[in-house]
């Protein structure tokens, strides 16, 4: 059975010019110990549809679905507090900026034993034994010392470490990271690449990769959803992705990469790519 | 061809000064980087944050002095702790910001964003200046239309177009480009590129391309320089330095690099098997 099923999911969202559709009717599967990434552009649902499937979209988007279930349980229909138990637990988010998703006004020490408390319910000593491990795990130097040290005195990709750690706490059955590595060194992007993936292996976690990096989906994915202005455009598995992509503007996006240019101009994605849903 | 740019052992010192119970440090952000650049070519900075990118950046286009070490432009020795400068000067470099969406003033209207580099250093008449903004425009992919209207009404590889625009407002010969298009999205990113190599052809700029983002620097680059903690680590044709990394640094950074072709996948896929 699939971890994360999505069927058909619809997310509009209300603006004074009338409903914006942002997701328009995309389906996916996640499987226990895989690794999907969802690749597409600013502005083509990728972040969207995971937030809605957490149940974290602002009340002003409309979320629809013919199937929305983690676990074969309905995530859907289920009431607000049901969902805070699984979400943050079962299901936990990694997002972009490390910086701005940690609260400054609290020690990361305070932030991590949190989650602990509240999903875990462990006592004082037990909570910071285990962020000690949980320090030790996504690779932080003098764990016991940092755990008393506020987001401002770390580097981005310590915040990042520490995001991660608060992320896995709870062994969740699914992670899913949203452009993790975007506002990182490549060095420190290549680190926490490795750190990801090590831990998805050991804990045969579903992993959600939502990038615009076709370089990570290449060190990353085991499958790859398109997405393209709220559609799928292409669902595949890596390597056929990369070598031999069916739809038109996964071929555009591949052509597009500085690595693969061949003249001295880059084809820009317009040019080779006619959006013939937009006229719908 | 004639050397537009030329860097001899430059060096800047950040002084932070001590308190009551801090001691006074001093931060060596720059240690002694000498470089030269051609007319119409690129050269591409590369290193990590905190390196002295940016603080090279901010020498070159003359807003910081460096602590000591020589910058000639145009075979000129230029030297702004003195205070010698001149709009002349000041027009002959330029640059162009990473993020688009915070390097233009929201209330400002793109006609008047681009009319202020001329206002500031020019004696250019009005009607002039409005027929130079209105040139620019085309020249960048823009239209006359878009001359009214505000920085929000744009994407952002359109407000990079309207940054590339004011900077070359003032025909200068060198231009500083810190991380471009490293906020863009891919396709929009292989569009400011092709912009960016279009105006060089046509109007012989000179670029200082800075990045972190080895796949755009391999297509872009005539010259790359590799920097780390304040030193310049590798320095050479594009060619050189990609065929054949000598410095740890350098070949650490390509090793982090993604790849994305097929046989990088296959390599990858082969290896997770194994292991499972």
Request: glycine share 8%; net charge neutral.
């Amino acid at each position: 059975m699939a971890l994360l099923e999505i069927e058909n999911l619809v997310v509009e969202f209300q603006t004074a010019s009338g409903p914006f559709r942002a997701v328009n009717g995309v389906s996916m599967k996640v499987h226990e110990g895989e690794v999907l990434a969802i690749v597409g552009e600013s502005g083509s649902g990728k972040s969207v549809s995971m937030l809605a499937a957490m149940g974290l979209l602002p009340w002003t988007a409309k979320v629809t679905a013919d199937k929305l279930t983690f676990n074969g349980r309905d995530l859907l229909g289920m009431s607000a507090n049901e969902r805070r138990k699984i979400v943050g637990k079962d299901i936990a988010m990694i997002f972009q900026e490390p910086i701005a998703s940690l609260n400054p006004c609290f020690t990361v020490g305070f932030q991590i034993e949190e989650v602990l408390r509240v999903h875990m319910g462990l006592d004082k000593a037990a909570r910071r034994k285990r962020a000690i491990e949980l320090f030790e795990a996504v690779g932080i130097p003098d764990p016991a010392e940092r755990l008393g040290h506020y987001p401002h005195q770390m580097s981005g990709g310590q915040c990042q470490r520490v995001m991660i750690a608060i992320a896995i706490a709870c062994n969740p059955k699914l992670l899913i990271a949203d452009e993790p590595t975007t506002a990182l060194d490549v060095t420190i992007q290549k680190q926490i690449l490795d750190l990801l993936m090590k831990l998805q292996a050991e804990h045969r976690m579903g992993l959600i990769m939502i990038t615009h990096n076709m370089g990570v989906v290449a060190e990353t994915a085991d499958r790859v959803v398109v997405q393209y202005k709220g559609r799928k455009m292409e669902e595949a598995d890596v390597l056929t992705l990369f070598e031999n992509p069916k739809s038109n503007y996964t071929r555009a996006l591949l052509a597009a990469l500085p690595d693969n240019a061949t003249g001295d101009r880059l084809p820009t994605i317009s040019e080779l790519f006619v959006d013939e849903g937009a006229a719908q | 061809m004639s050397v537009i740019l030329e860097a001899r052992n430059l060096v800047r010192d950040y002084h932070i000064p001590g308190g009551l119970l801090k001691k006074a440090k001093t931060v060596h952000a720059l240690k002694g980087v000498s470089f030269s650049v051609e007319q119409g070519k690129t050269l591409a900075i590369v290193g990590e944050s905190g390196c002295g990118k940016s603080t090279l950046g901010r020498i070159l286009t003359l807003i910081d002095p460096a602590t000591s070490g020589e910058l000639l432009i145009e075979g000129k020795k230029i030297d702004i702790a003195k205070g010698d400068m001149t709009p002349e000067m000041r027009r002959k470099v330029q640059i162009v910001f990473q993020n688009p969406y915070g390097s233009l003033n929201p209330r400002q209207k793109i006609g008047d964003i681009l009319m202020e580099p001329l206002v500031i250093n020019t004696d250019t008449p009005a009607d002039e200046r409005r027929d130079r903004a209105m040139t620019m425009l085309k020249k960048v992919g823009l239209t006359e239309l878009h001359f009214n209207r505000y920085p929000h009404m744009f994407s952002g590889g359109q407000r990079q177009r309207i940054a590339i625009a004011r900077a070359l407002m003032l025909n200068p010969k060198l231009l500083v480009l810190d991380e471009p298009v490293s906020a863009l999205d891919l396709s929009v990113q292989a569009q400011v590129l092709n912009l960016l190599a279009d105006l060089q052809d046509e109007l012989k700029l000179t670029y200082v391309f800075i990045s972190h983002d080895l796949s755009v620097v391999r297509y872009i680059a005539d010259d790359v320089m590799v920097m780390y903690f304040g030193e310049a680590v590798e320095y050479g044709s594009r060619d050189e330095v990609f065929a054949d990394p000598k410095h740890s640094y350098t070949k650490t950074l390509f090793a982090a690099t993604p790849r994305a072709d097929v046989e990088s996948i296959k390599a990858r896929l082969a290896k997770k098997k194994q292991a499972a």
